[in-house]
T-cell receptor, first 115, second 114 residues
Framework: AQSVTQLDSQVPVFEEAPVELRCNYS??????LFWYVQYPNQGLQLLLK??????LVKGINGFEAEFNKSQTSFHLRKPSVHISDTAEYFC?????????????FGKGTKLSVKP | DTGVSQDPRHKITKRGQNVTFRCDPI?????LYWYRQTLGQGPEFLTY????????KSRLLSDRFSAERPKGSFSTLEIQRTEQGDSAMYLC????????????FGEGSWLTVV
């Protein structure tokens, strides 16, 4: 079984500042890792995913994440945020060995970008 | 490609009534998922289909919940005898078969039980 911990429930940041949203996971098997974004009253949109290969993954909207197997982390970063990045961000994991593709989500981090 | 479509987007119902949600996945996707999301929480897996076969159900899916995908295309999620604790957003998602393929989510169906 897998689990995901998002260490910060809310992250306030000023526009054009860098941001890091932290995610740690627990699993007894190899995993795939994902970050999704959810704007108010909408579904989830995939930002990026790690399946294998390079541990630094680049996604949409200027976001990137780094897979660290020894620390079981997959932190999301953006060097300069915009007001439009205000949303809730979810880290998710699925087992790489299975084929179901079910995602286990963290509780989310609300990113609030202030002018 | 119109994405994953869900209907209705919002539903208010009285406790004890039955409700049904519909999901139309992306056309070439044979995997379809249902998740539930309550306020302040991440989505929680309920069940998934491969074509018309329901292959896994979460313990969250009580006997009052039933999901179908009769022709391997659209799916329905019915909740019988709704309770206030059922108030949540119900998310449908789909993907193509294959490890690591992206799961695409619909915009969700909000249920409020009063």
């Amino acid at each position: 079984a897998q689990s995901v911990t998002q260490l910060d429930s809310q992250v306030p940041v000023f526009e054009e500042a860098p941001v890091e949203l932290r995610c740690n996971y627990s699993s007894s098997v190899s995993v795939y890792l994902f970050w999704y974004v959810q704007y108010p009253n909408q579904g989830l949109q995939l930002l990026l995913k790690y399946l294998s290969g390079s541990t630094l993954v680049k996604g949409i909207n200027g976001f990137e994440a780094e897979f660290n197997k020894s620390q079981t982390s997959f932190h999301l970063r953006k060097p300069s945020v915009h007001i439009s990045d205000t949303a809730e961000y979810f880290c998710a994991v699925s087992g790489a060995g299975g084929s179901q593709g079910n995602l286990i989500f963290g509780k989310g981090t609300k990113l609030s970008v202030k002018p | 490609d119109t994405g994953v479509s869900q209907d209705p987007r919002h539903k208010i119902t009285k406790r004890g009534q039955n409700v049904t949600f519909r999901c139309d996945p992306i056309s070439e996707h044979n995997r379809l998922y249902w998740y539930r999301q309550t306020l302040g929480q991440g989505p929680e897996f309920l069940t998934y289909f491969q074509n018309e076969a329901q292959l896994e159900k979460s313990r969250l899916l009580s006997d009052r919940f039933s999901a179908e995908r009769p022709k391997g295309s659209f799916s329905t999620l019915e909740i019988q005898r709704t309770e206030q604790g059922d108030s949540a957003m119900y998310l449908c998602a789909s993907r193509e078969q294959g490890r690591g393929n992206t799961i695409y989510f619909g915009e969700g169906s909000w249920l409020t039980v009063v």
